[in-house]
Each structure stands twice: as C-alpha cells, then as structure tokens.
C-alpha cells in the first residue's frame, strides 16, 4: 500500500465535500483509495498504486483551488453566505468519465436515491468488486458498452436512456473529453437524444471536474428557484439562475444547493417549493 500526503491548493474540507472526514473510494484496477484529512488541512491518501494514488486526488478535487470563486462571490446577494459559510466545499469527481455518463442518463429528473440505485444495480452487472470492499469498479465505456438496452432496462433505466447510454458508450471513448474545452463537450453530448444541459452538467462536473458548465435543470434548483419566485419554475429557467456566476457556475449551482438546505440562501425557505408545486399540479 502507497501513501502519501498533499496539502489542497486553497480552502478544502473533506468533511463538507464528502459529508465525511475519512472516504474510501472505488478507482480502477480495480482497487480502493483510502483518504482522511488530518486537523492541520493535509490530506492522506493510501491506494494500491501510484496512479490509484493521482486519480484518488482528482476524485477529491485537491488541486481544484477556488479561492477566486470565494472572493469574487463574498458579497454576492444570493450565493453569498454560501460562501463564506462553506468554504471548503468542492464537489467531488467520479473516478471515470463513464462513471459520470451512466450518472448523467440514470439521473434525469427523478429522485436522487432512486437514481443512486438504478446506477448501483448497473455496476453490479457490469464491473468487478473492489478486493476487501463491497464497492465496485468505476465503469469503463467498454463495459457499459458491452450491456444491451434490454438489459439495462431490466436493471430500471428507461427504453430510450438504455440506448441512448449504449450508443454513446460504443461510439465515444468518454475520457478523451478531457482533451476537449467544454462547449464542444457539451455540443457532442447534446446531439444525442435524451442528453440535455444537466446531463452534460453531470459529465462535465464530476467526470472532467470542471466548473463552467452547471446542472441546468436539476430538480433542487427547480425546488431553489421555485421557493424563490413563489411559483413552480420551468427546467430551463435554472439557468438564468446560474448565469450570472460565468465560468464558476457549475460551483456556484453546487453552492447555492448545499446553502439552501442549511437555511443560507436569502428568500428561499426549505418547504417553499412544496406549495409552488401544489399550486401548479392544481392549475394542470
């Protein structure tokens, strides 16, 4: 077992970016990479590998410094007691950008834990279990690829996502996308059908972990923006939401979520979405 420590580039805590101060996490090999941050700040990282050990580190976001987004937003009237509050928060990486597109097609406007469980059921058909762990191998293009529509509509995805998910995972190689800037991600992955603005949000988010690109259309904004405009809001209204933060909107969608539910966003209650809803299921 290799170890090693790293001190994160800016603010950063483990334990609000993984709702833990110790993570064990699934990396290809397969194996497992354990990781703790010590109550000086530096982070250890212990994998099997030097390269379980480097994609460990892109999993926990270490050298993704966000000071500037923290600066630029301090006093921002919506996004800023996130900020100040939050600080450390960073979203965390999937291990594989595959792993990011099955997220991304599972998840579209249903419930998380509903989502989380469609993707559990597909990595059990498809990837090996992580020695000594009940976690699975993040999943490579080859081996969702290899899974027919059938059966990943078995396993709880919809006809159409089940073969939307197929075609792109036997016509793209997803890890090259790192190799792209992100309009042009975002361009090829919105041709296919069934791939809208939150699901290239999922890939460029958590599978390349970049910021500028946020989850238009992800049900806790709808929920965020409804509470704030008294009325049940539209998908794509989201993104008027998240457009004046620029190249930091995917962070600052993750943001605005995370303060939301701590009672940090002004004018936006917890339950205000949920007679917005009424009222609108009611007017249909």
Same mark, same amino acid.
């Not at 960073?90 to 999937?94: E, K, M």
């Not at 991304?104 to 419930?111: P, R």
């Not at 559990?120 to 059990?124: K, P, V």
């Given at each position: 077992m290799l170890e090693t420590v790293v001190r994160p580039h800016g603010p950063y805590s483990m334990r609000l970016s993984a709702r833990t101060g110790e993570v064990t996490v699934a990396l290809p090999g397969p194996e497992a990479g354990h990781a703790w941050q010590r109550s000086d700040g530096v982070v250890v990282l212990r994998a099997a590998s030097e390269a379980g050990l480097e994609r460990l580190r892109f999993v926990l976001a270490l050298d993704a410094d966000h000071t500037q987004f923290l600066r630029r937003f301090a006093r921002d009237p919506l996004l800023g007691p996130s900020t100040r509050a939050l600080q450390g928060l #960073?979203? &965390?990486?999937?291990a594989t950008v595959a792993h990011a597109l099955l997220k /991304? %097609? /599972? =998840?579209? !406007? $249903?419930?998380a834990r509903r989502a989380h469980a469609i993707v #559990?059921? $597909? &990595?059990?058909a498809c990837s090996a279990e992580v020695p000594g762990t009940q976690l699975r191998e993040p999943p490579s293009a080859g081996a969702l690829g290899r899974l027919a529509p059938a059966e990943l509509s078995r396993l709880g995805l919809?006809?159409?996502? +089940? +073969?939307? !998910? %197929? #075609? !792109?995972?036997? =016509?793209?190689?997803?890890e090259r996308l790192h190799d792209f800037p992100t309009a042009t991600v975002r361009a090829r992955l919105e041709r296919e059908r069934g791939m809208g603005p939150w699901s290239s949000g999922i890939v460029v988010l958590e599978g390349l972990g970049r910021y500028d690109h946020g989850l238009v259309g992800d049900l806790g904004l709808i929920k965020l923006c409804s509470s704030l405009h008294g009325r049940w809001v539209e998908p794509w209204e989201t993104a008027e939401l998240l457009e004046p933060y620029g190249e930091w909107q995917g962070l600052a969608g993750v943001y605005l979520m995370a303060g939301w539910k701590r009672g940090l966003v002004p004018g936006a209650s917890a339950d205000g979405w949920r007679p917005a809803r009424a009222r609108a299921h009611h007017a249909a």
């Open positions: #960073r979203p &965390l990486r999937t /991304a %097609v /599972a =998840g579209q !406007l $249903i419930e #559990r059921a $597909i &990595l059990r919809s006809a159409q996502r +089940a +073969a939307t !998910l %197929v #075609r !792109l995972c036997r =016509g793209l190689d997803p």
